[in-house]
């Protein structure tokens, strides 16, 4: 068995021991899930995404995206995602990656005064769990990725849907610890790997949103059998598979695309911006299916059904929003005009 | 629960994709000068010999066979860049279409020797039309209660009945159609049906054309009374055909014309909002519609991959096909609404006259290969709740 798939089912066994109600209960009230982040550092996913050569397990991104899967089938409470991508940046930059938890946020709209960044990060996702944070700052001309210890940043908590940390983080004349050159194209590709990491956890999620709409649909009797045997049931059930398999499909092609970019094969903001929308699309739509064959007990408290479509809620929004994404995708496309989509829809092999 | 459904991203083989698709887009390009909006929107109904026989000629059909039968030995992923270019520039397909598709790989997968080298060549030449026979008047989604019957008589087997919605008989030279060999019983309706290579010119056979709300002629009701079909020209083994049909239709289900019917309206759309000036909203749209594509297409191609590995993957076509076709459906209502498309129009080739064309077909889009409801209740089996 190959390194990632092995990780993968180590993680999976992990998160089937670890992540039950009361976990995401107890994570959602506030409580870090200490030992549940330590078993995950102990496995070594922190650098999965590090090249060997650096020390990390050289996974490359569509692996990746399969161990994002399994985080948002859980809805496991821990910012490996983050953690992993931001480790990932440093290496690849050339900079050292410290302990703990790390995250990473779009940083074009900071301001770097000699050397000293200055501005607000609205909602970055587990800041006051973190210890560093990865951003690119700095004018076209001199973007650089930086590496910021978090105690000396101000972290204002703000409620989501999801309930998981989110922060504003405030950056008042704060001197990175590391910083190194990176293209300014390479800003953009942050946001990108936002998006993707978010698109692969809805896949995640949603597929056990559906398992579970499937179970309690087999299992609920109404009129003297299951409610999975009324056609207008299965007909909705069917159409949450359909959403399942497009986020699946979408997100797992983003990180493919990812792959081969880095390998040189082009630029992969295309695809990153497709799997964004569809995975989106697909949570919202799923998520409604669900909550609908679920019927009252669906929307309570005691059943693990919102742990998923909350955060599947809040996921549509995060590294951009669902309406942001799409809206700069139809202005490349519409620019480009109606000659140019059949090329760009086909150009993994371009003629 | 088990899995239900697995797609596997499946990559095109790059040189060899490009080299072909560069091809095929020269070769689009030469023939396509004179076609308006509305020609591309015919695209896989618009029969046209003439050009299928060019197809055939550029080795572009029967493109999987063995080259002993006609064939051109390439793989089925390479077969998918000509059809995907071929839709995406609404060339008019029609008279190879479904003996590329279906017709020919079956008669390849359980025909006799004495079959294929009949048929295949001509395939692949482009010079035979196929069509598909099997609804009837009273059986549509319900496929087992078909009642045509095939009797068996010296030398072959004489068949009665009828079969309706069959797209282009009237301009095939021959229909493949499943006949009830054998009664159904009350338990196990699927038994007895077989399938026959039927001749449209046999005696007996009456072809009516059903003019639709097109105010053209697609489908047509094809009558049999006494029609003689020799032995040789059975398909596959006698009571087989409804387990060869159901192969079939995973190939019909899943490939690009399952999602790209409505594409030759997309490019003029486009063109049409403009590259400047337009609102956030009409971007949104646009750039959603896009994401459906390319999402759609990289499923088409894994389910293509799975093909090429051999498998039969029913539960991912049925899949693909209800989210293509509810794309395609979307499509006309967004030209509409982006354009600002006027009610009524002069130009019978420009863009209002093929989005009315479109919107006028689209209601076939969610029945033909099996209807929406079919496809769901396929999925719902594949999710064990049936």
């Given at each position: 068995m190959d390194l990632a798939a092995l990780l993968g089912d180590q993680l999976e066994r992990l998160f089937l021991d670890h992540v039950d109600r009361n976990c995401l209960h107890a994570a959602e009230s506030g409580i870090w899930p200490a030992a549940l982040w330590s078993a995950v550092e102990d496995f070594g996913l922190?650098?999965?995404?590090?090249p060997e050569a650096a020390?990390?397990?050289?996974?490359g991104w569509s692996e990746a995206g399969a161990i994002l899967q399994r985080t948002g089938r859980f809805a496991a409470p821990i910012p490996l995602g983050e953690t992993m991508i931001a480790a990932a940046l440093l290496a690849r930059a050339g900079i050292a990656i410290p302990e703990g938890v790390l995250v990473f946020a779009d940083g074009r709209a900071l301001k770097v005064d000699d050397g000293l960044i200055e501005g607000r990060l609205p909602a970055v996702a587990w800041a006051h769990a973190a210890s560093h944070l990865v951003v690119a700052a700095g004018p076209d001309d001199d973007t650089r990725l930086c590496l910021l210890d978090l105690r000396h940043a101000e972290a204002h908590p703000l409620r989501s849907i999801g309930r998981d940390a989110r922060d504003d983080v405030v950056l008042r004349g704060a001197k990175p610890v590391a910083t190194a050159p990176i293209e300014a194209a390479a800003a953009v590709g942050i946001l990108e790997l936002g998006a993707l990491m978010r698109a692969s956890q809805i896949a995640g999620a949603l597929r056990r949103v559906m398992e579970l709409a499937v179970d309690y649909a087999n299992t609920r009797q109404q009129f003297g059998r299951p409610?999975?045997?009324?056609q207008a049931i299965q007909q909705s059930l069917a159409q949450l598979a359909a959403e399942v398999a497009a986020a699946e499909v979408a997100s797992a092609a983003g990180w493919r695309a990812r792959d081969k970019s880095e390998a040189?094969?082009?630029?992969a903001g295309f695809e990153a911006a497709v799997a964004r929308i569809r995975c989106s699309e697909a949570a919202r739509l799923g998520c409604a299916i669900a909550h609908q064959v679920h019927?009252?007990?669906?929307?309570?408290?005691?059943?693990?059904l919102h742990y998923f479509t909350r955060r599947l809620w809040l996921w549509r929004l995060e590294f951009g929003a669902e309406t942001w994404w799409a809206e700069e995708l139809g202005a490349t496309v519409l620019e480009a005009g109606g000659d140019k989509l059949w090329p760009l829809l086909t150009r993994d092999d371009p003629a | 629960m088990a899995a239900a459904f697995h797609f596997e991203l499946c990559d095109l083989p790059r040189d060899e994709a490009r080299a072909l698709r560069s091809k095929v887009r020269n070769f689009l390009n030469d023939v396509s000068a004179g076609w308006t909006i509305a020609d591309r929107a015919r695209s896989w109904t618009a029969f046209d010999r003439d050009f299928s026989r060019q197809v055939g000629r550029h080795g572009w059909?029967?493109?999987?066979?063995?080259a002993n039968y006609?064939?051109?030995?390439?793989s089925a992923l390479e077969r998918y860049v000509v059809l995907e270019e071929m839709l995406a520039a609404g060339?008019?397909?029609?008279?190879h279409w479904i003996a590329d598709r279906q017709s020919g790989p079956l008669i390849l997968r359980v025909g006799t020797d004495e079959q294929k080298r009949e048929f295949l060549p001509r395939i692949a030449r482009g010079e035979l039309a196929f069509c598909i026979g099997l609804s009837e008047p009273d059986s549509?989604?319900?496929?087992?209660?078909?009642?045509s019957k095939a009797t068996r008589i010296s030398g072959g087997w004489r068949l009665d009945g009828a079969k309706i919605w069959t797209t282009n008989a009237h301009q095939s030279d021959f229909m493949i159609g499943l006949f009830r060999t054998a009664p159904a019983s009350e338990t196990a309706r699927h038994i007895g049906l077989s399938q026959f290579l039927i001749d449209?010119?046999?005696?007996?056979i009456e072809i009516r054309p059903i003019a639709d709300l097109t105010g053209e002629s697609h489908f047509n009701e094809v009558r049999f009374d006494a029609v003689f079909v020799p032995?040789?020209?059975?398909?596959?083994?006698?009571?087989d055909g409804w387990a060869q049909v159901n192969a079939e239709l995973a190939f019909e289900r899943s490939g690009p014309d399952r999602y790209l019917?409505?594409?030759?309206?997309v490019p003029p759309m486009l063109d049409a909002i403009g590259k400047?000036?337009?609102?956030a909203q009409a971007a949104r749209d646009v750039g959603r519609l896009v994401a459906r594509l390319a999402t759609l297409r990289a499923m088409s191609i894994s389910v293509a991959g799975m093909l090429q590995a051999g498998a039969t993957p029913l539960q991912e076509a049925a899949l693909i096909k209800d989210l293509g076709v509810d794309l395609e459906q979307d499509t006309p209502r967004l030209v509409e609404d982006l354009?600002?498309?006027?009610?009524?129009?002069?130009?019978?080739?420009g863009l209002a006259a093929a989005t009315a064309y479109v919107t006028q077909v689209a209601p076939t889009f969610s029945l033909r290969g099996g209807t929406r409801e079919i496809m769901r209740g396929l999925t719902a089996r594949g999710l064990g709740l049936r």
């Open positions: 922190r650098t999965a995404l590090v020390g990390g397990s050289g996974l409610i999975g045997r009324f040189g094969l082009g630029k019927g009252a007990i669906g929307v309570t408290d005691e059943h693990m | 059909i029967g493109m999987t066979w063995p006609g064939g051109h030995e390439r060339a008019p397909v029609a008279a549509g989604s319900d496929l087992a209660s078909l009642r449209l010119k046999s005696s007996g032995d040789s020209m059975m398909v596959g083994r006698e009571g019917s409505a594409y030759p309206l400047t000036g337009f609102e354009v600002g498309l006027p009610p009524a129009f002069d130009d019978p080739g």
